[in-house]
């Protein structure tokens, strides 16, 4: 059964530190005083004086809260309580007393005197002792040591005099030490061969260091970034604090210092800020960038890189800016593209080239790469762009010279095959000219001449081709100039003054080269100069000496200078490609092959023209020394020389040149092609000196051919002949190669210089 002192309501509490008026006076005590009222078996705490309340704080949210509570773990203070209560007797205890901010209790003397029927006063004395001060200071060095050791960063304490006064084991293993007491006491916290560097990389001494500054100058220092060196050479970079400590008078005492580690993040943030760079480095190499668009707010952004690369200087980022700088035959493609990635999935892909205008006024052509990124309701488009410029330069360059190529084999097959029928031609009339009458002579030289411009023709076709056989030898350009003169002449006419400006043989302006080609060179030029003034004027050709041009060396220049009507400015970088002509009726492979030509002499040739002011055409080839070229003594026309097979699969070259060997005095035999040729030898109806051979035919090549002969006459001379000079014959020997179309006298000579070696 519940008491009724229990059941009813407690009394009113008063404020904390009030105290009813006839007690006053215990709130100016200069001890702790507690005001108990009881209530049942127990007593609720009513009022604490202001020493109590300076003392232990926490009381405060104990008024009105029974003391059972407070001391539950000391019942025998209660049991004082209620026997002063009961007796109304002084009680005197002297106990420890816990304190809640305390681990140790505090030794006390309690005074228990009560004041009426309902309420006593305890009165609390701390007891002042050595034992009482020494615990304390235990408790307030442990919970000290606890706080450092439980820091995750390095924390060091330094005295005035800059010795280490504490710190934790992560500080010692900062400074390559193995726990925080073999610090203690130092004043360079380095071990030797360590040192600190600053950010910057220059070198720190132990009066700089951070702790030291803060301790003498009182400068509070935050986030120093250093570097510590080991001497194997690893390091770690710190980020330090420091914050003087000043004591009572005001004066400093020393420092408080925080080191935190920032190694890994540090070498995070160099990795990353080079791979940036590197990035950059490799954007800029490969002339990029990286951009990215935001449809929906109509914006986009773009690395400063694509605004070098392709000459964008304003800040034109939205969509219609860029198509802008898009070259108008290619908008609305671009557009397109657009409009096809904002309807894509997440992830998706394009690619797409255009052309640039930029500020400077040049067009480029950008590749541009992208991918969709949708999450949610956002949608962006972000990518690379490329500056394509060079590559599509160099496809234009690929694809002219894969045409050039093209029309090359074109060229070449078209020789092979008229150079047969010139072989046939040619021969005929040589054979024609020893047996017709004097009133025919003039029909058969305009047909001679009309087949040797054919030749001509396919000559240039294959220069241009650059599949015409070079023989070269020791010439001197004066001397071949002068004996063309005639040749030239007649070609320029009567209206045309040809001007000849030759150096003295002494002066030995000598070039390795192919007379024929170089001749064919000299009367395309010519031509060229002729058609261009069609009213006539002079045409000039000088050969000189020239000086480091287009090399450093010696070179040998052959110029030809006309009076004509000159070549536009747009025209003049086209003048050597082939089929460019501004003739009304030409071919265009004049030039060209001339190009060619000099070309595979290893030299230039250059054209200097104004409109009205007629054109200069330079051909210049290195300068040798050293002696002409000896030719072949010219072969008697009659005599017995031996026996020849020849062997061509063409049946009017193989008539056309058996009837010339045989007015040269061979004995001929002749086949259709290797098998006939293995059949006639294989007969051994007495000896074979020479076999003729055409390369290109069909079962069995020429060599074929060659090599089952030789296996039944060893020691036979062989000729190899074509109308299409390609392939293993660029590695025969000068001797044993002709040219189709040949006249009778290039055969002879061929067969003469076979013949003579050994």
């Known amino acids: ?59 405060s949210s104990m008024l009105g809260r029974p003391i059972s509570l407070l001391y539950a773990d000391q019942p025998q203070i209660i049991d004082d309580a209620r026997r002063c209560h009961r007796e109304r007797t002084r009680v005197v205890r002297e106990t420890v007393v816990r304190r809640h901010e305390r681990v140790h209790g505090v030794r006390q003397t309690l005074v228990f005197v009560s004041l009426d029927a309902e309420r006593i006063v305890i009165y609390g004395q701390e007891i002042e002792d050595v034992e009482n001060a020494s615990a304390e200071l235990q408790e307030v060095q442990e919970r000290y040591r606890s706080l450092l050791a439980s820091l995750p960063e390095a924390m060091l304490l330094r005295g005035a005099d800059g010795r280490v006064l504490a710190c934790n084991d992560e500080a010692a293993r900062v400074f390559g030490y193995d726990q925080a007491s073999d610090l203690w006491g130092k004043v360079d916290l380095l071990r030797p061969g360590h040192r600190v560097e600053s950010a910057s990389g220059q070198p720190v001494s132990p009066n700089e260091a951070a702790s030291q500054r803060s301790a003498h100058s009182g400068d509070v220092i935050r986030g120093e970034l250093y570097r510590l060196i080991s001497p194997d050479g690893a390091s770690r970079w710190l980020r330090v604090s420091s914050q003087p400590i000043k004591k009572a008078d005001g004066s400093l005492g020393g420092s408080v210092t925080l080191f935190a580690d920032e190694t890994e993040r540090f070498e995070a ?50 969509w219609q800016g860029y198509l802008e700088r898009v070259h108008p035959d290619d908008r609305q493609d671009a557009s397109q593209v657009l409009q096809e990635m904002l309807t894509r999935g997440d992830g998706s892909t394009f690619e797409h080239e255009h052309r640039l205008l930029g500020d400077d006024g040049v067009t480029r052509w950008a590749r541009v790469r992208g991918r969709v990124e949708r999450h949610g309701m956002r949608l962006r488009l972000l990518g690379t762009a490329m500056d394509v410029t060079e590559r599509r330069r160099m496809q234009d360059e690929l694809l002219h010279a894969s045409r050039l190529e093209s029309l090359g084999r074109l060229a070449g097959g078209l020789a092979h095959d008229f150079n047969n029928l010139l072989a046939a031609m040619l021969g005929s009339i040589e054979l024609l000219s020893d047996i017709c009458p004097e009133a025919g002579q003039d029909d058969l030289n305009t047909l001679r001449h009309v087949t040797l411009r054919a030749r001509d023709l396919t000559a240039q076709l294959l220069a241009f081709a650059r599949q015409q056989r070079t023989e070269l030898e020791t010439l001197e350009v004066g001397a071949l100039v002068m004996k063309v003169e005639r040749l030239l002449r007649r070609l320029v006419g009567p209206t045309i003054d040809l001007l000849l400006e030759t150096p003295e043989p002494e002066t030995g302006l000598y070039v390795r080269a192919d007379a024929a080609q170089l001749e064919q060179v000299l009367v395309n030029l010519v031509i060229n100069a002729r058609d261009a003034m069609p009213e006539g004027g002079r045409v000039c050709v000088r050969v000189q000496l020239g000086q480091g041009e287009p090399r450093p060396g010696e070179w040998v220049v052959l ?80 005599g017995a020389r031996g026996r020849v097979l ?55 090549s020429g060599p074929e051919v060659a090599q089952l002969i030789r296996h039944i006459y060893p020691d036979i001379k062989v000729l190899f002949v ?15 190669f002709l040219q189709k179309p040949y006249d009778r006298e290039a055969l002879a000579r061929k067969l003469a210089a076979l013949t003579a070696t050994t």
């Open 1 to 59: 059964m519940v008491s009724p002192a229990i059941a009813s309501p407690p009394p009113a509490v008063p404020p904390v530190g009030s105290f009813p008026e006839p007690l006053l006076l215990l709130e100016h005590v200069p001890v702790t005083a507690y005001l108990l009222r009881a209530l049942g078996d127990d007593f609720v705490l009513e009022g604490v004086n202001a020493a109590g309340r300076a003392k232990t704080p926490a009381l």
């Open 269 to 318: 943030r160099l990795a990353e800020r080079e791979a940036a760079l590197q990035l950059q480095l490799a954007l800029d190499a490969g002339r990029m960038g990286t951009w990215q668009y935001d449809p929906i707010t109509d914006q986009g952004d773009w690395s400063k890189s694509l605004d070098a690369t392709f000459a964008f200087g304003d800040e034109r980022r939205s």
């Open 559 to 638: 110029e030809v200078r006309d009076h004509g009507r000159g070549i536009d400015s747009q025209h003049l970088p086209h003048v050597f490609d082939p089929f460019f002509t501004t003739k009304e009726s030409g071919t265009g492979l004049g030039l060209a092959s001339s190009y060619g030509v000099v070309q595979a002499h290893g030299g230039s040739i250059t054209v200097e023209s104004e409109p009205g002011r007629g054109a200069c055409f330079r051909v210049s080839l290195p300068r040798v020394r050293g002696e002409l070229t000896a030719t072949a003594s010219e072969p008697r026309s009659s």
């Open 646 to 700: 020849v062997v061509d699969d063409d049946a009017a070259v193989r008539v056309s040149t058996t009837r010339m060997l045989r007015t040269l005095g061979y004995e001929v035999l002749t086949a259709a092609n290797g098998a006939e040729a293995e059949a006639l030898a294989s007969r051994r109806a007495g000896n074979l000196d020479v076999l003729v051979c055409d390369l290109a035919m069909p079962s069995k």
């Open 722 to 736: 074509s109308g299409y000079p390609r392939g293993v014959e660029r590695e025969l020997p000068a001797e044993s």
